[in-house]
Nanobody, 121 residues
Framework: QVQLVESGGGLVQPGGSLRLSCAAS????????MGWYRQAPGKQRDLVAA???????NYADSVKGRFTISRDNAKNTVYLQMNSLKPEDTAVYYC???????????????WGQGTQVTVSS
């Protein structure tokens, strides 16, 4: 199966920046869409941003203008640049990828293990 490995979370002061990375470990895959979701304590997991293989992006209204999603298709890696962070951005951030296994032609959908982002002074 396809494993996603995340990095880049941590503690940052309000107004600060963080960059999250997520790499798919498998080869022989074609990823249609990669995205970031977040889940705060007691709340549901919500989409933050997503990007297709062609570069089309989608953002939650709450992060538009502050977060930027990008991807390196050759490395099967997605990034989330987070600027002007607010305390309400505090959550566990999860990477997600959906695509097809080129060996079996079967679809896959995978989640990363999650990385904590805490925005606090």
């Amino acid at each position: 199966q396809v494993q996603l490995v995340e990095s880049g979370g941590g503690l940052v002061q309000p107004g600060g920046s963080l960059r999250l990375s997520c790499a798919a470990s498998a080869s022989m895959i074609s990823i249609y869409v990669m995205g970031w979701y977040r889940q705060a304590p007691g709340k549901q997991r919500d989409l933050v941003a997503a990007i297709t293989s062609g570069g089309s992006t989608n953002y939650a209204d709450s992060v538009k203008g502050r977060f930027t999603i990008s991807r390196d298709n050759a490395k099967n890696t997605v990034y989330l640049q987070m600027n002007s962070l607010k305390p309400e951005d505090t959550a566990v951030y999860y990477c997600n990828a959906r695509g097809v296994l080129l060996t079996t032609k079967g679809d896959f959908g995978s989640w990363g293990q999650g990385t904590q982002v805490t925005v606090s002074s």
